[in-house]
């Protein structure tokens, strides 16, 4: 608490003086400048009114603010469903579009290996046809060899006809023996 020295109309200096944190010439003069004047705190309080005032009313703004942002952000639960259940939706619709994509995808690559199976049916008409090439391939054979020994047969043939001792009758020769020669030969008869 504040000590006011006032004595009064005296010249002098007192102790009181120098031990009170503020000295008056006078006891009025004290007593004014112990309370305050009433304009002057009216006006402080006006104005301290009017601070308060601003804050709250920024304090008032920014809460409303922030509860405007809090009711944004508060979705109500049926709402929530809502969407929840539309993105359930779109990715079933996305699963069963992956789902069919890799179905087709998959029965292509079936089809593509059944191709390349060896089945015993492929097998069977694997070997046939190897057989069916390997038979041609010996009639071939058989017919060029039986054509090859028809010709040296006939060659043969010809040479043996040249050969043969009729035919050497037939185109004037003739056989004369001795009667106790063993061994006959040809010669060229005289007509």
Do not use: W
């Not at 003069?29 to 006006?43: D, N």
């Amino acid at each position: 608490m504040p000590v006011v020295s006032g004595v009064g109309h005296e010249t002098d200096f007192t102790l009181a003086d120098f031990a009170a944190d503020l000295r008056a010439p006078t006891p009025t003069a004290a007593a004014e400048l112990a309370s305050p004047v009433r304009q002057e705190l009216l006006l402080q309080l006006g104005h301290l009114a009017r601070q308060l005032h601003h804050h709250l009313a920024r304090k008032q703004q920014s809460e409303i603010q922030r509860l405007d942002y809090l009711e944004r952000r508060l979705v109500h639960p049926a709402e929530l469903l809502r969407r929840q259940q539309t993105d359930l939706n779109q990715l079933a619709q996305r699963l069963h579009r992956a789902t069919r994509t890799r179905l087709t995808r998959e029965q292509l690559r079936i089809a593509q290996l059944s191709q390349g199976l060896v089945t015993p049916q492929h097998v069977i008409r694997r070997e046939q046809q190897g057989l069916d090439t390997l038979t041609a391939r010996a009639q071939r054979a058989i017919h060029n060899g039986f054509v090859q020994r028809q010709l040296i047969l006939a060659r043969l043939t010809s040479s043996l006809a040249h050969l043969n001792p009729e035919g050497v009758l037939a185109r004037g020769y003739s056989i004369v023996q001795l009667e106790n020669a063993p061994s006959c030969r040809m010669r060229p008869c005289s007509m």
